[in-house]
DNA sequence: CGTTTGCTTGACAGCATTCAACGTTGGTGG
DNA sequence: CCACCAACGTTGAATGCTGTCAAGCAAACG
């Protein structure tokens, strides 16, 4: 339900670049070696998972000329806020996002947590601005996707286009999963969901499948479950007591992921 | 959050075929006198609040020809499953629906209402299958878009490209209200919400913007708004003994609507 | 006219929130 | 290098909102 079904990544050489688990490196020193690279989508690592799915190398090369900006965002930095212009969509290339809204009030819902090869600000195509805060969680870089050329290059490519499309389609079946989650599930079956779904992902990325560092703190992951800090921090305990995890701040191992996985898929108990 | 912001109406004779409150017609005798008046994208009455907004003349004859067959469905049928084809997305010509996903263990998600002027379909296109139920609230017709077709000629005209990723962008965008909602408000919040929601929609379409029938029950609206149904009448009779609403079973009677106002935007008591 | 489906209401229980205190970690500056 | 501070995380106790279970009523349908 909250997974997103991505397909798996070719794997040649993944780690190269990669900002460690404690955080202690800044993104930039990375950004330049990728620059050194002169990188493109034609030679991106990540293209099996973004926006170049099942492209030819001649589409490729005219993506390449689109996607011609990078841009670094800093650790707590916003890409973009609520009501900016919206001019381009990104693609994560290196880092960690939220995505969140705000209501009148100051409610706050994250909406979700973007890693390497998810496209930003897809929101903003319907009205010309930006409908939430992009966040970055740690000193990121994005590639820079003028939206008017995307539109333009495809409808030169249908390849493109329905790629595009799929981007966009996957993203609305995503939000129904939360949707689910949100409106029927009990906070252990929560955690579980979220966890799992972060597992799969990273895995899709060349990360273990049973370890993971946190890039989000506890109200983060609250609100985007639905869930006061407390109780996520509770739950986390919970799981740990019963075996299913251990947890070491945001250093998580997942020890049973069958019973993680059971805990999703059984009705109330 | 939950507002659609949509066009306003033309208002030329939008009354004219509508299913009468009480259910008792049928839709196929409305369905009869629509094709009577040979009905197309450029002559239809919803064009405003659908697909073909912003469009030429000429670029709407081209649609006409793409959206050539219509369907109707009953009440109670669904328009389409989880898992089967994509083939088309739909416009809804006359009529409801509600549209849901299931889990594994059985637990059903309504994930959105549509109604006259709005597409559904739009989850097949991520994996080539439907990855939600739409089922009919009350005998209904829509327009079917063979999707293939219409992504061909949203590369000849980029406005009908950039209308259709608008109205994917959004879906994105109101599901991540519906997050909000789900995340972080309280029954009474959600409920009041839910109805100014419909009521606005209804609205545009030339409905009062102070009385409404439901279409849906207490159930589907409680799996909607992630509550149980008990919860969804009690807070009904809440409202009703507030003097907010006028509650007989389905019809309701708005009587304060800034007072729902305040409570959709008014933190925790 | 009877049956089914949907709606309302009451009593009670349970899960998550709230409020509060304390512990841990990482960064900063003396 | 260490002390201090701020941000983050953990845990306990009590409250309360919503869910659960149950009964009765109303409306729709054949």
């Known amino acids: 339900m909250l997974n997103n079904t991505i397909p798996v990544l070719d794997q040649s050489n993944t780690d190269a ?61 916003a890409l973009f806020h609520t009501g900016d212009a919206f001019r381009s969509v990104y693609a994560v290339r290196t880092g960690f996002f939220k995505t969140r809204i705000s209501s009148e009030d100051g409610r706050d819902q994250v909406t979700g947590f973007q890693m390497a090869g998810e496209l930003l600000g897809l929101d903003g195509i319907s009205t010309d601005r930006h409908a939430c805060d992009a966040i970055a969680l740690e000193d990121s870089q994005v590639c820079v996707i003028p939206y008017a050329q995307l539109e333009d290059l495809s409808r030169e490519f249908s390849d493109l286009q329905h790629q595009f499309h799929k981007i966009m389609s996957r993203e609305i079946v995503r939000d129904h999963g939360v949707m689910l989650l949100l409106g029927s599930m009990r906070a252990e079956e929560r ?18 499948a049973s370890a993971l560092v946190l890039r989000m703190t506890r109200e983060e992951i609250g609100s985007y479950l639905g869930l006061k800090l ?9 799981f740990q007591d019963e075996g299913l995890l251990e947890v070491k701040q945001r250093d998580i191992r997942i020890t049973d992921e069958a019973g993680l996985r059971a805990l999703v898929n059984s009705v109330r108990c």
């Open 230 to 238: 407390e109780t996520v921090s509770r739950t986390f305990s919970k």
């Open 191 to 208: 955690l579980a969901a979220f966890l799992l779904n972060l597992t799969q992902r990273l895995h899709a990325r060349g990360f273990s």
């Open 17 to 77: 670049c990669r900002s460690s688990s404690k955080g202690s490196t800044n993104g930039s020193s990375c950004a330049m070696k990728y620059e050194a690279f002169k990188v493109a989508c034609s030679s991106c690592n990540l293209r099996e998972l973004c926006l170049p799915v099942g492209l030819s190398q001649p589409q490729l090369s005219h993506l390449d000329s689109l996607v011609a900006t990078r841009k670094t965002v800093k650790r707590g930095d």
